[in-house]
T-cell receptor, first 113, second 115 residues
């Protein structure tokens, strides 16, 4: 079992650049979640998908953020243009129907200079 | 909106001793789940223990147990026989049953284990 896979693990970019974070959920899981962790705000849900369909995107901070899930095994979180305040650790998690636990990936540490 | 509060930013414990981490939450729902997650320096979020609100019996996982007080909206984590590997950030989290699957997290408690 490979677990949730995220790439890249670290990303350093300059303000104004486009950033794309990637996630591969655990095979067979039908729910996928994107969280952001910062010192100030802690862990917050950005968006989640059920069966590849976005269900709750109320946590997406603004139009600069977008997320897609084109199929059951891949999701992206895109920030365009990036800003220094977007610097954070971004986690992807997945869950199987009928199971309460969300399994987290290792996170992507994003630094926007 | 649901909120989760962890009032202890930092805690420390001697190896082999017992420590309790506090968590309170606010919700108008009657059916929900509560979780404790551990985040070691590796940054990986690991589920430690979970509790279903409809169950009166407190959950236990080896050295980890909870004290769930539904009326008081309190959900503390007890770690017995603390080990050096228990040192980490601990997050309390809430999720309603049915409806949104969003996990609502507390700000975390940093646990230090002293040898």
């Amino acid at each position: 079992d490979a677990g949730v896979i995220q790439s890249p693990r670290h990303e350093v970019t300059e303000m104004g650049q486009e950033v794309t974070l990637r996630c591969k959920p655990i095979s067979g899981h039908n729910s996928l979640f994107w969280y952001r962790q910062t010192m100030m705000r802690g862990l917050e849900l950005l968006i989640y998908f059920n069966n590849n369909v976005p269900i709750d995107d109320s946590g997406m901070p603004e139009d600069r953020f977008s997320a897609k899930m084109p199929n059951a095994s891949f999701s992206t979180l895109k920030i365009q243009p990036s800003e220094p305040r977007d610097s954070a650790v971004y986690f992807c998690a997945s869950r199987s129907r009928g199971v309460n636990e969300q399994f987290f990936g290792p996170g992507t540490r994003l630094t926007v200079l | 909106a649901q909120t989760v509060t962890q009032s202890q930013p930092e805690m420390s414990v001697q190896e082999a001793e017992t420590v309790t981490l506090s968590c309170t939450y606010d919700t108008s729902e009657s059916d929900y789940y509560l979780f404790w997650y551990k985040q070691p320096p590796s940054r990986q979020m690991i589920l430690v223990i979970r509790q279903e609100a409809y169950k009166q019996q407190n959950a236990t996982e080896n050295r980890f147990s909870v004290n769930f007080q539904k009326a008081a909206k309190s959900f503390s984590l007890k770690i017995s026989d603390s080990q050096l590997g228990d040192a980490a950030m601990y997050f309390c989290a809430y999720r309603r049953r049915g409806g949104s699957e969003k996990l609502v997290f507390g700000k975390g408690t940093k646990l230090t284990v002293n040898p």
